[in-house]
Nanobody
């Protein structure tokens, strides 16, 4: 069974940085792609970044390009989301999610069957 555990959320001021971690069981056995998503009250969950762990290919939402970086550490079976130049609109609960399909790493939440519990990120102005 795939388990995902996020950590690293917190509160920062505008312009600050945070690094989120997603520890994944069944890493590279069942998991082929991992996405990062965020949700704020009253809004739909949106894709932020994703990575295909087989070759490290990445994809980003336009709103975070140049500020967020998704990466992987195969030895630690952990995925990361480095968030720099944070803005108040980045505030939300951040989730990592995983899928097993090959060469498939979309930014749309419905395609991911496995989800972590989420971690809160708050950016104050």
């Amino acid at each position: 069974q795939v388990q995902l555990v996020e950590s690293g959320g917190g509160s920062v001021q505008t312009g600050g940085s945070l690094r989120l971690s997603c520890a994944a069981s069944r890493y590279r056995y069942t998991i082929n792609s991992v996405g990062w998503f965020r949700q704020t009250p009253g809004k739909e969950r949106e894709g932020v970044a994703c990575i295909y762990v087989g070759d490290g290919s990445t994809r980003y939402a336009d709103s975070v390009k140049g500020r967020f970086t998704v990466s992987q550490d195969d030895a630690k079976r952990t995925l990361y989301l480095q968030m720099d130049s944070l803005k108040p609109e980045d505030t939300g609960v951040y989730y990592c999610a995983a899928d097993s399909r090959v060469r498939w790493y979309p930014l749309q939440p419905p395609y991911y069957p496995y989800w972590g519990q989420g971690t809160q990120v708050t950016v104050s102005s």
